[in-house]
C-alpha cells in the first residue's frame, strides 16, 4: 500500500511549481489540509509536544564504527579527501578498506532497549529520538529499497528501530524517528542533484517508500528530518508527504514533524522549528521550537578519541535546558552510542545528573509557559517559567548573602515563596525600588561550587 502510497503522492510532482499550485480541499467530515505550506503551517501542534519540554537524542549508524572525527566521517574521507581521515584509515584498516566493509562490524551486541529506555525515562525525557537513517543512507530497520544496507540484513541482523521503540513506549516515553532525506553516496540521489534536481528518482524509489513504510511501521509520534538543504522542498515532495501525514496516516491527531523539509524551509515551515544545530534564540520566538544539543561538543555520534574535556558538564547542560524552556523550546540532549550499543558510562552519569536536577525541579519545567519577562534584566542568571497563575523563577548560581534579588515580580500581601525540594515557605520582603528579596536557606560553606540551579516558586504574584 505504502508503494502506491508514495507513487500517487509523488505523481505530477516532478516540476516544484506542480505542488505548490495544488489545492486540493476538503473531504470527509473535517477539513482536510492541502500540500501547501499556507495550509500545513496551520495545523495546531499537538499538545503532549509542548508539555514534554524535555527529550533524548540518539546518533547511531555504521559511523559508530570508525567512532573517529563524527557521524559525518563517510563524507569527510571519501567525499573531502580530508587528509587526517585518510591517514586515519591508512593507519586503522587495511589497504582498500571501503566505508561498506564497516557495516558487519555494527554488531549491537551489547544493545539492550528496556536498559535504554530505563536510563532515559530516569534522565527525565518524556520522548526519544533515534536516527533511522543517517547521511551515510544505512538503515536501522529492514527497509525493503536498502538492500543489504540495513540493520537486519548486515552487522546487528536485528531491527533496531521497532526494538527501541517497543522499549519506549512500554516506559510510556513518546518515539520520534530522525531520519536524513539526502544520501551522500546513492546513485539516485546524484543522478537528481546532477539533473538540478528537476528529476526525482531518488524520492520515488528510495526515500518517500522509507517515509511511508516507518510511518505505518512504527507509527512514531515525531519525525526529525534532517539531510534536506541541496534542494527545495517540491523536490522532496514535502508538502505531500505532510499533507498524508496529517490527513490520513495512523499518527495524523498526533504525530509532530520538525522544520527541514527542503531549502529555505528552516525556521519558517513545519511543525516545531529547529532552525540550527544548537540553535539559542536571543529573545521569546513566537513560533514552537526546540533546541537539540550533544552531550559530545565535537559530534553527535560515538568518538573513540573523545576525552572529558569535551563532554558537556552538569551545569552547562542544565544552563541550556533553562534557558531553552524560559524561551519556549523543547530540549533535545543527544548521546552517540558505541558500534556495540553502549551508552558510556560518562554519558550516563551526565543523563543521571539531568534526571536528579528534574526529579526536584521538574515543576518549574514540564508542562510550563514562558511568562512576560523570561529573564531578569540584570542577570542571565535568573530566568522564569510560569504554569497558570504561578511564577518560577530559576537561579544559576546561588547568591552569596543566601538573599535572591529579583526585580521582575510584583508581590502582594498573600504572595508565598518556597523553594523547590526545601520544606516550608521562605522569608520575603518589597525591594526598596521595585521586585522582591528572598532570604534563601543557610548552606554551609563547602570548598566545592554548589550544584547548578535552583527554583523558586512564587504564588500571588504578578
Not at 527525565?124 to 529499497?145: D, I, M
Not at 520520534?176 to 539533473?195: R, T, V
Not at 544552563?319 to 519556549?328: D, I, K
Not at 500581601?413 to 523553594?419: E, M, S, Y
Request: aromatic share 14%; glycine share 8%.
Amino acid at each position: 500500500c505504502w508503494w502506491l502510497s508514495a507513487a500517487l503522492w509523488g505523481a505530477g510532482a516532478g516540476i516544484c511549481d506542480a505542488e505548490r499550485t495544488n489545492t486540493a480541499g476538503c473531504g470527509g467530515g473535517r477539513s482536510r489540509y492541502r500540500p501547501d505550506w499556507a495550509s500545513l503551517d496551520a495545523r495546531p501542534l499537538p499538545a503532549w509536544y509542548d508539555r514534554a519540554k524535555v527529550g533524548v537524542f540518539v546518533h547511531w549508524g555504521v559511523f559508530s564504527v570508525p567512532a573517529w572525527g563524527s557521524e559525518w566521517f563517510w563524507w569527510h574521507w571519501q567525499g573531502q579527501h580530508d587528509a587526517a581521515c585518510e591517514r586515519f584509515v591508512r593507519r586503522r584498516f587495511p589497504p582498500g578498506t571501503s566505508y561498506a566493509e564497516f557495516a558487519p562490524h555494527f554488531t549491537a551486541y551489547d544493545f539492550q532497549p528496556r536498559q535504554w529506555a530505563q536510563l532515559f525515562q530516569r534522565a527525565g525525557a518524556r520522548y526519544v529520538v533515534l536516527t533511522t537513517k543517517h547521511h551515510e543512507g544505512f538503515t536501522n530497520w529492514g527497509s525493503p529499497v536498502s538492500w543489504n544496507w540495513n540493520s537486519v540484513d548486515t552487522g546487528p541482523h536485528r531491527d533496531l528501530v521497532g526494538e527501541l521503540g517497543e522499549a519506549l513506549r512500554e516506559s510510556n516515553l513518546r518515539y520520534g524517528l530522525y531520519y536524513s532525506l539526502m544520501e551522500w553516496f546513492n546513485p539516485l540521489y546524484l543522478a537528481d542533484k546532477q539533473n538540478d534536481f528537476k528529476t526525482q528518482s531518488f524520492v520515488l524509489k528510495k526515500m518517500m517508500p522509507e517515509l511511508y513504510d516507518l510511518v505505518l511501521k512504527y507509527k512514531p509520534d515525531l519525525i526529525w528530518s534532517d539531510g534536506d538543504w541541496e534542494a527545495p522542498d517540491c523536490y522532496w515532495n514535502s508538502t505531500s508527504f505532510l499533507a498524508w501525514l496529517y490527513n490520513d496516516s495512523p499518527v495524523k491527531d498526533t504525530v509532530v514533524v520538525n522544520d527541514r523539509w527542503g531549502r529555505g524551509c528552516s525556521c519558517h515551515h513545519g511543525g516545531f522549528y529547529n532552525c540550527a544545530d544548537k540553535y539559542r534564540p536571543g529573545s521569546l520566538p513566537e513560533h514552537k521550537w526546540e533546541m537539540c544539543s550533544s552531550l559530545d561538543s565535537h559530534s553527535w555520534g560515538y568518538r573513540s578519541n573523545m576525552n572529558l574535556a569535551e563532554v558537556m558538564d552538569e551545569m552547562s547542560m542544565i544552563e541550556e535546558l533553562v534557558q531553552t524552556v524560559s524561551l519556549g523550546g523543547n530540549y533535545l540532549l543527544n548521546v552517540g552510542p558505541t558500534k556495540e550499543g553502549v551508552i558510556v558510562p560518562i554519558f550516563q552519569e551526565r543523563l543521571l545528573a539531568l534526571g536528579r536536577w528534574l526529579d526536584t525541579n521538574g515543576e518549574a519545567i514540564y508542562e510550563t509557559q514562558p511568562w512576560r519577562v523570561q529573564m531578569e534584566n540584570t542577570t542571565d542568571t535568573v530566568w522564569y517559567t510560569s504554569k497558570g497563575p504561578v511564577v518560577f523563577a530559576i537561579f544559576l548560581l546561588w547568591p552569596r548573602d543566601s538573599v535572591l534579588c529579583l526585580s521582575s515580580p510584583i508581590p502582594s500581601p498573600g504572595t508565598q515563596v518556597t523553594l523547590l525540594g526545601f520544606a516550608g515557605t521562605l522569608q520575603w520582603q518589597q525591594h526598596p525600588g521595585k521586585g522582591m528579596l528572598i532570604t534563601l536557606p543557610y548552606m554551609l560553606p563547602s570548598p566545592l561550587p554548589p550544584q547548578s540551579g535552583w527554583a523558586v516558586k512564587l504564588e500571588g504574584v504578578e
